[in-house]
């Protein structure tokens, strides 16, 4: 399940522990340990990581969140960090420029098609 | 305006199209005196942009966009405004799907655009006027349902009616806006078909065979 928060929140772009900290709510330091001797995540830096792209390590991945979200109840924790799954894409709108929210108010930039 | 709507659905962008559409609509309502207030899916498609692509996989469901438009005339919110709806509608090319007459049609589509239906919904708003929110796209200001009242509604029809579907919506709803619903309005006004409990469950993206149990 967390590792799936993770591909969701991140993608391929890196991520440092604080930011899956914040993201998981829990410590993610054993989780990560875990990815990085399955050769799923690799480290980029000091307290930096990012999943893996070679076809191998992402089959892998696939295969561990599936079995995580057959086999894993959800948790109160598990259910927060949905939510901040989703507010984190919400605000990448917000920071792609495509929405504006300023209180109830909401500013949508549409797509440039000439 | 109706060429821009077709270049972006026919460019993939089907919400930005739908958006537009909701402008122009809402335009031509204002030009003729009377509100109009966006609801039904293309509101929740909105709301749960963003959810599409991040947490689609962990959903109890799969979540569908709309393919319509849904407005409730908004002025004093009677049968009579919405027929002025519908006149206004007519006035500026819409042609009624059904070829039903004018003052009672609800599927509405513009022969010289998307292929997009607008509904003219003969109810009044099913909600809070003060929780709906405000959107403006193109610079045009479009009124659209406040989440809350779409959790709700969406959460009763996936009770009432069984449909998976329309639980994905509401579960989707409370992931992208968990932080900024008034969550207080959505407990004290939700049906006894809705108990808090099940509500939480929602919330909490809880299974959906479960939420049939409540």
């Known amino acids: 399940m967390n590792e799936s928060l993770l591909r969701s929140a991140f993608g391929l772009d890196g991520f440092t522990v604080l930011e899956a900290t914040r993201l998981l709510g829990i410590d993610p330091k054993p989780l990560l340990t875990r990815l990085k001797q399955s050769g799923i995540v690799e480290r980029v830096g000091r307290g930096r990581y990012r999943f893996r792209t070679d076809d191998a390590a992402a089959r892998v991945g696939q295969k561990l969140a599936s079995l995580a979200l057959a086999k894993e109840r959800r948790t109160e924790a598990d259910i927060r960090s949905l939510a901040v799954t989703a507010k984190v894409r919400w605000e990448s709108w917000i920071g792609s420029g495509r929405l504006v929210v300023n209180g109830r108010h909401y500013t949508w930039r549409l797509a440039d098609v000439g | ?214």
Not at chain 2, 7 to 30: E, F, K, P
Not at chain 2, 196 to 201: F, K, T, W
Request: glycine share 8%; with cysteine; net charge negative.
């Open chain 2, 1 to 214: 305006m109706l060429d821009r709507i077709k270049r972006l659905r026919s460019s993939g962008h089907d919400l930005d199209a739908r958006l537009l559409l909701a402008a122009y609509t809402t335009r031509i309502a204002n030009e003729h005196g009377v509100g109009c207030i966006l609801v039904g899916g293309s509101a929740v498609d909105f709301y749960t942009a963003s959810t599409l692509e991040s947490v689609s996989g962990l959903l109890p469901g799969h979540l569908r966009g709309s393919v319509d438009l849904d407005f409730v005339a908004a002025a004093t919110r009677t049968r009579q405004d919405a027929a002025r709806l519908r006149a206004a509608l007519a006035t500026n090319g819409f042609k009624p799907v059904e070829g039903v007459p004018v003052q009672s049609a609800r599927t509405w589509s513009h022969p010289e655009g998307p292929g997009l239906i607008v509904d003219v919904m003969p109810d009044d708003l099913e909600g809070s006027v003060p929780h709906v929110r405000t959107l403006t796209v193109d610079g045009i200001d479009i009124q659209i349902i406040g989440p809350e009242d779409l959790f709700i509604q969406y959460l009763e029809a996936a009770i009432a009616t069984a449909h998976r579907h329309d639980y994905t919506r509401a579960v989707a709803l409370a992931l992208t806006h968990e932080e900024d619903m008034d969550w207080p309005y959505v407990y004290d006004v939700s049906p006894p078909s809705i108990p808090a409990a099940l509500i939480d469950h929602a919330r909490h993206a809880g299974p959906y065979e479960a939420a049939l149990d409540f």
